[in-house]
């Protein structure tokens, strides 16, 4: 193998593999970066077993060389290592050439590296996906959806189906749900771009593979196309590839908790309601487990407080823009609240109580694209 | 006591005098800000009883209301809290008010808190400094100076007095010097503007503290003045006085490690010089603590290198502006040399050596106001 590359295509296509590598893996050729010149450019391959990520370089790119490739091959070089290197290299391109025995010979301006280099036939073959049908949505909209969901996984390995992110398809609507069984984030889209009639509803995406494929994409309206396999899951941008694995398990009807009926239904703005909440929580960090009180008044006003003995006591007023049903004494942890409230895109929402002890929903003014489900806390 | 005060510069004082408060401390009410509203304006005070933070916000400054003061009084606030708060409270002032029991009022919008206060009685006094002679520095010298300096003293408390910085203050020439036995950092400063004939040797002021008074001065051309006590120092700004305990101990006589001739002496861009090392110090980091090589080549060039058997090898040309004396072989930690290059000012640095085994000097190309002494590492 031996090429010359234009240093920062490779220093930003090795930053989006590194994002696969864990450095506390228990495959020792997965602490690398596999390289493979082919006779159409450079493809850098990462992977901890659960995540791969593979990103093409072409030769040449909107008449820009970015290649220049003398022999083909391939090489796994130690992530770590290797993209400290080409991000400190001092030239404006890089030569890679393995010498004997996997040495991999790194130059650039006045700085030669000699790495030792693994075998790359020993570097695990990424999942076969192709062929199977899939569907289109635009990055951006991915991104959204992925940011407006994924907060809600559950952090605890108790139900481990509960870490990931439900992904339904029927009829053209994809509906991404994740709860930790104290709340639960939903979103809803329409899919346009779409092989046959693709239906699937077990299909539960980790939360830290999507959370590290939001971080890779870039918020442009470029379609990323969706392969779902047996066990993974291919998510497919212009020169980029992102496998996931599925998690076993059957993820639990969600759609029974969300409640038909509402005794309280308010309109009020996001942000003020964010605010006052972040505020009322300072005091009930400490001991009282981040619960805050909210209670109508008159004149469409809320009280939002709570009370730490030790530290002091913290009132806040909140108008509705409108209050329509029974009064409200209710309690609920500011931490959930503030979560889905920030994954809301609208200034105004909808929140509606069903009483102190059934879950209140969070939503839109308009539509039902996006449901967020929290459960109260008792204290009266 | 009550206020009402203006909340930009409530937030922007709490944060300053926040630097001196330790959540670690073993003192109570140390965990907490001192605040002192008098006639002129509203005092704040915090502290870890090693260094003493005080801010003083005037009533009226450029023709601006700061505050407006109903009732003079003082409280303790526990700190943690009340930056949080103030720094989220909705409106553009702030009402505070002591009500019965040290429970203070804090109302801002529709926002209002009530904290449990502590005994401004019990409040430790500041060290009495003031009627000391002293002299004083621009606040953005006053910056470089410990940027220069307090990043070599030592980490280790084996011998407690080489975690400060030393300053001597001697025919109105200011020298300042840390080292950790592997290294030297000083800087030399005229004073100008000064009481008398003041002059001392044996200050050694903590590096935790120059760091400190470091972040929170501006960099500005405004006159801190300074005030050398018995074991206090009190760095004093137009609304901010800095008090640090000194070290006691005696700083031992550095001028005798400083070698007066050299072998060889190279001219050198500092920049190219330190990106060298970086990249030589990438492999050099894991099993050989950080060291690399510097080897003299023909026509002024010079090879850093560093080999790590099991990761690889990496080769480097540095180009110098001028190379006078005998032929070089050296070893340096890398991190050393990277540390007083990046204390450099200048573009271009003089570098003497006086052979493999004997300490190596970094100077500006011209004057003597600052100089990084480093000791080689053994290896040939």
Known sequence: MRFTINRETLVSNVQDVMKAVSSRTTIPILTGIKIVASDEGITLTGSDSDISIECFIPIQED???????????????????????????????????????????????SSEFNLNGLDPEEYPRLPEVEGTEGFSIQADLLKSIIRQTVFAV?????????????????????????????????????????????????????????????????????????????????FKAKQLLFFSRLLDGNYPDTSKLVPNESKTTITVSAKQMLQAIDRASVLAREGRNNVVKLVSQDNDLMEISSNSPEIGKVFEQVEAQSYEGEELKISFSAKYVMDALRAMDSSEVLISFTGAMRPFLIRPIEGDSILQLILPVRTY
């Open 63 to 109: 008449d820009r060389q970015n290649v220049e490739i003398s022999k083909m091959g391939s090489i796994v070089l130690q992530a770590r290592f290797f993209a400290d290197i080409v991000k400190k290299l001092p030239g404006e391109t890089v030569e890679m050439e393995v010498l004997d025995s996997l040495t991999t010979r790194i130059r650039s301006g």
């Open 154 to 234: 559950s952090t605890s390995e108790t139900r481990p189906v509960l870490t990931g992110v439900n992904w339904q398809l029927e009829e053209g609507r994809l509906t991404c749900t994740a709860t930790d069984s104290h709340r639960l984030a939903m979103r809803n889209v329409t899919i346009e771009s779409k092989d046959g009639d693709l239906n699937f509803s077990n299909i539960v995406i980790p939360g830290k593979s999507l959370s590290e494929l939001a971080k890779i994409i870039d918020d442009t309206d470029d379609l990323i196309e969706i392969i779902v396999a047996e066990n993974q899951i291919l």
